[in-house]
């Protein structure tokens, strides 16, 4: 304290903040990615355990033995979609019926904002079944989900027929305290987002559906089923759920556990669990599972229907697998020990990152990494700060005890006057590249030969572009007599806008905050108009939030080893564009909204101080 | 069980169907039945209801005070044999003799549903009611699963359902019968077959409809003394079709809509499944303080318009006092749904009051939704005293309907918790240190700082200064 309050020390620590700048900005920001990358070595990364008393030592034994019956099922349920060509509502409900469920079911319709090229879909109307198991002597206010979702091909029977067989299993126990909801849905996670939204009557992304009739009171778990095939290999399990949000650690140390016991080959991200974590081997392969999920949970995106459960503080999980008996036994243990569940799961984790299945990182050790980061642009704004203050003084006065504190009205109005003109313009800018490109696809599929999906994306990448040509026309208003103090008082706004925003992602999204910070943060902090403007230039370009996602589906395909050729690269660029404009209309994903009217104006404040006049 | 809720235990004053009951003088008499109900499902329902009176000394004072009538229920009760065994201990023949010995633990709670009950009423014996006896009665009535229980078969008997046979009445009861509801036999004589046959039948209008039982009167030598004891036996004949069941004309659904834990919405559902007559139902909802209402926000909407009910009372609830309390007669249109919702805000209730699993969430009372229903058949008026006890259940107001109260589902809402741990504690410690280093930061670097020469001179310089204000010149 007695540092700040002593001026003279005070002048010593400035100078200390300004001369070291440049070595403490560079520190910073190689411990923010250093640490990042420690944290799949073990003193980071710790081993999982199970917080939830109520499902700790494994205390159910399975019985489960339907794998005929489930495939009997699946086949079944696979002609009966074949002749249909849509899901086979009325066999659904008959059959479900018949193993003594509850049978309800849900249309819904959703007209799209454009079309989704990826699933072929823009005008979806469908039907949800489900089937509700009353627990024996329970007054329905507690329930657990078991949702498999159906796409517009039958891929998903040999889930149908697994959820068809476990229900007629469970029908006939009496130990069950929750009731269970046996979920199909249609459009698999539109259905899904219809069916949730209508059992929780809310209405949050414009879905047209019918309400249901049938209700099992507050969801406590929910598990998503994907099985692909019916040959047995392995079961992978995704937690990264929408916006990021991730279910309770319990609820994958769960499935762990059952992997264990039943001594199934369970994967995360697809990759296959690293044994030895004394050698460099195990933390390299949990570097590689970190980082895919890292660029999972920084897409926002449900990776699963148990995304969409996440909204609702529902605990979920998908699981994608393939055909074996034991697998089964796996999900009615799963089921039997939710069942024993008193509260909703909350004694673990909410906040982690997964090196491997049974290895985590806690809220506590990965902050630090966006923190150091972050730090950058602080330092940076301080250094900033400092120099606007002497530039103003003069520099006669630098030397003046009372530099640090004097007003200087008439250079600061100037400086506060020449930021309005690019503040609003590229917010503006912002707020164009967030409408625009939905609200004016009609006129734009009139008037070039494209689809309304391509017009889209066209429109979003022409409007982005177009941003670059801003700084030519933003700032006519420039004060003569100090030409530094204007870009320097746009890059402190515009450092602070950034650090600000960047905290606030990381608080709720670690994986994006800090990819978008570890891409940004070295351009926002060297960009000047003098200098070498090229290289700033092209930093800056490389750094912008789109080609950060391009730069990320490529190192994305390269951790799951399918590496992109550059062709491939563009092509999944501009689907994935695409996607996320729908995601944000359909499941509400907020990676777009942020992005446009966000990071994007704030990324064109600094692309303005690097063409400042 | 249609919209029936699973009250676990409910000791209760029943005021029973108009009021006060008359009887004739009867001394520690005890009357018992069983009631079989096989359902379309295959499930079977069984409600065993047994009375007792006696005198008493006790004189009746003035009549019951309404203003006193008090309402509680306990939202959660979980169901286990510590329930039965002291509800047991009340009967005369304990489980010794009688319809008692099928009250065995094991086989009642392995059912899909199960309900008990304790009613005391006192009971005039007189018509100017100068004196009064006092009635017990319990009454038990569980769902049999077929799915569980019947590993999938729809017939059932006494010996696999309750795995006991009735060998002997009571000795001390007065009346000792089993019914068994065989109307769909009576109406089509191929569906169901029940052995051995009924000596007698009794016909009846129950829930508006006509049914038809067979009687078994244990107290008649005959029903028993052919094989020692009395298992009956029930075979459906044809297979059943997997249909849904049919839907009662009346029933209610209830839940919370909403997500997060700032504010939510109550809302209850009515079906009037009737096609052709509208009905008024006076619904009753009594919800915890901790939940705050929204009154301006309650509405009610029948077939996509407004609903204005024609009676509303309203308390409002004070905290950690009373909760509140909203009744309300809606008319419910022929075949149509109505929707009565209310939005609340979820309290945060201090750190002391919150329960030992707060993530559990908290619950909220079933409403109770009372109605005279339409019936199908007209009912004559019956003699309660000389019909089947289990006609009680059921009262009937007028020929033309009869007397429905249904019990939503109670609901289970999570309120804003804190994290009761170590984290939470940590959390609270470090807001309090930031909070103390930015004030003190925040105070260096806003301020100012001005050198001040340190003053010399001490005595000297004071003393100078005093002559020159006595001069008139500016100190030094």
Redesign the interface.
């Known amino acids: 304290?007695g540092l700040?309050?002593d001026?003279v020390r005070?002048r010593a620590l400035a100078r200390l903040v300004l001369r070291l700048n440049a070595p403490l900005c560079v520190l910073s920001y190689v411990a923010g990615i250093a640490w990042f990358l420690a944290l799949a070595f073990p003193p980071l990364t710790q081993r999982t355990y199970m917080s939830e008393n109520a499902m700790g030592s494994t205390m159910v034994e399975e019985q489960f033995a339907g794998g005929d019956r489930a495939r009997g099922f699946a086949r079944d349920f696979a002609a009966h979609r074949r002749k249909s060509g849509a899901l086979p509502v009325a066999w659904l409900e008959?059959t479900m019926?018949?193993v003594?469920l509850e049978?309800y079911t849900q249309s819904f319709s959703r007209k799209l904002p454009f079309p989704d090229e990826t699933h072929e879909r823009y005008v979806v109307a469908g039907t949800n079944v489900y089937g509700i198991l009353?627990a024996?002597?329970?007054?329905?206010?507690?329930s657990l989900v078991l949702t498999v979702p159906c796409g517009s091909d039958s891929t998903n029977s040999q889930a149908v027929g697994l959820l068809l067989a476990l229900a007629a299993h469970f029908?006939?126990?009496?130990y069950w305290a929750k009731d269970i909801i046996f979920l199909v849905t249609e459009h698999d996670l539109l259905g899904t987002e219809a069916w949730l939204e209508a059992y929780?009557?809310?209405n949050v992304t414009g879905m047209q559906s019918s309400p249901l009739q049938?209700?099992a009171?507050?969801i406590q778990a929910a598990l998503a089923l994907e099985l692909s095939s019916d040959m047995v290999t392995s079961l992978d399990v995704a937690v990264e759920g929408l916006n990021g949000q991730l279910p309770n650690l319990d609820l994958l140390n769960l499935f762990q556990t059952f992997c264990q016991k039943g001594g199934l080959l369970c994967t995360l991200q697809g990759k296959l669990q690293p044994q030895d974590w004394t050698s460099a081997d195990g933390p390299l392969q949990g570097l590689q599972t970190l980082l895919l999920m890292v660029l999972q949970q920084a897409s926002g995106r449900p990776h699963g229907p148990h995304g969409l459960f996440l909204?609702?503080?529902v605990e979920a999980l998908t699981l994608r697998g393939i055909n074996s008996f034991r697998q089964y036994k796996a999900l009615e243990g799963m089921f039997r020990k939710l069942n024993h569940l008193?509260?909703?799961l909350?004694q673990s984790f909410f906040l982690y990152l997964l090196a491997a299945l049974a290895r985590f990182v806690s809220i506590g050790l990965y902050m630090p990494a966006v923190g150091f980061l972050l730090l950058v642009l602080g330092l940076k704004a301080l250094e900033l700060w400092m120099r606007l203050h002497e530039a103003g003084a003069g520099p006669a006065e630098v030397g003046a005890?009372s530099a640090p504190?004097t007003p200087l009205p008439p250079a600061q109005g100037v400086g506060l006057a020449s930021l309005v003109a690019p503040l609003l313009i590229s917010q503006a800018m912002g707020v164009a590249l967030y409408t625009l490109p939905v609200l004016g696809q009609h006129v734009a599929t009139q008037h070039f030969p494209v689809a309304e999906a391509e017009a889209v994306v066209l429109t979003l990448l022409a409007i982005y572009a177009a941003g670059l040509a801003l700084p030519h026309s933003t700032h006519r208003v420039v004060s003569a007599q100090a030409p530094d103090r204007g870009w320097m008082a746009l890059k402190l706004v515009a450092l602070i806008y950034l650090a600000l925003q960047l905290a606030c992602i990381a608080l709720t999204n670690f994986s994006l905050g800090f990819l978008l910070a570890a891409t940004m943060v070295p351009a926002a902090a060297l960009t000047e108009p003098c200098g070498p403007r090229p290289f700033y230039a092209a930093l800056l370009v490389l750094t912008s939030p789109a080609a950060t996602l391009l730069g990320s589906l490529f190192l994305w395909r390269e951790l799951q080893e399918a590496p992109l050729s550059l062709a491939e690269g563009w092509q999944l660029f501009l689907g994935a564009l695409a996607q996320g404009v729908l995601e944000h209309h359909t499941y509400g994903a907020l990676l777009f909204p942020l992005l446009a009217l966000g990071i994007y104006p704030c990324w064109l404040l600094f692309w303005n101080v690097l063409f400042w006049k | 069980m249609a919209a029936a809720v699973p009250l676990a235990v409910l000791a209760l004053l029943l005021l029973g169907p108009g009021g006060w009951g008359y009887a004739e003088p009867l001394r520690d008499s005890l009357r018992e039945e069983l009631v079989i109900t096989p359902l379309p499902s295959g499930d079977v329902a069984a409600t065993f209801q047994f009375r007792t009176r006696w005198d008493s000394d006790l004189l009746q004072e003035e009549g019951t005070d309404h203003y006193f009538l008090r309402y509680a229920v306990l939202p959660r009760e979980v169901v286990c044999t510590e329930n039965l065994t002291p509800w047991k201990k009340l009967l005369p023949c304990s489980s010794k003799a009688g319809l008692s010995v099928l009250l065995k633990a094991d086989r009642l709670f392995h059912t899909s549903y199960h309900s008990q009950a304790v009613h005391i009423r006192p009971v005039c014996r007189n018509a100017r009611c100068t004196s009064v006896s006092w009635e017990l009665r319990q009454t038990l009535s569980v769902v049999f699963d077929a799915f569980v229980t019947g590993q999938g078969k729809k017939d059932w008997s006494l010996f696999r359902m309750f795995s006991r046979t009735l060998t002997e009445p009571c000795p001390l009861a007065s009346e000792s019968r089993v019914y068994v509801d065989i109307t769909s036999s009576s109406q089509d004589n191929e569906t169901l077959e029940v052995n051995p046959p009924p000596l007698t039948t009794y016909q009846d209008v129950i829930l508006g409809t006509r049914k038809t039982y067979a009687v078994y009167d244990l107290l008649d030598m005959a029903v028993i003394s052919s094989s020692r004891n009395l298992n009956i036996q029930l075979k459906w004949k044809r297979p059943l079709e997997n249909e849904a069941p049919p839907v009662p004309f009346l029933h209610a659904q209830r839940y919370v809509s909403g997500y997060g834990l700032q504010k939510g919405e109550l809302s209850t559902l009515l079906y009037n499944t009737h096609p052709y007559r509208a009905f008024p139902v006076l619904l009753l909802d009594t919800v915890p303080w901790y939940l705050r209402l929204y009154v301006h926000t309650l509405t009610i909407t029948s077939k996509g318009k407004e609903n204005k009910p024609s009676y509303i009372h309203y308390q409002p609830a004070q905290d950690r006092l009373q909760p509140h309390l909203l009744e309300m007669l809606i008319q419910l249109p022929a075949n149509s749904v109505s929707k009565v919702s209310i939005q609340f805000e979820r309290a945060l209730l201090k750190w002391t009051e919150y329960t030992p699993d707060p993530n559990h969430g908290f619950y909220v009372s079933p409403s109770v939704i009372s109605a005279l229903v339409p019936s199908m058949v007209a009912a004559k008026p019956v003699d309660w005293e000389e019909s089947p006890l289990f006609s009680s259940l059921f009262p009937v107001s007028d020929s033309s309907s009869y007397f429905v109260r249904l019990y939503t589902e109670p609901l289970l809402v999570s309120l804003p918790t804190p994290d009761f741990s170590m984290p939470y504690n940590v959390i609270c410690l470090t807001c309090t240190v930031v909070a103390v280093c930015y004030g003190s930061f925040y105070n260096l670097l806003t301020r100012t700082f001005h050198i001040e020469e340190p003053s010399t001179g001490g005595l000297a310089k004071r003393l100078a200064n005093l002559i020159r204000r006595a001069r008139g010149v500016p100190p030094l």
Request: hydrophobic share 25%; charged share 35%.
């Open positions: 304290m700040l309050s001026p005070r008959r019926r018949s003594g049978v009353r024996p002597r329970a007054a329905s206010t507690e029908r006939g126990q009496i929780h009557d809310t049938g209700r009171g507050a909204r609702y503080r008193l509260e909703r909350h005890a504190g």
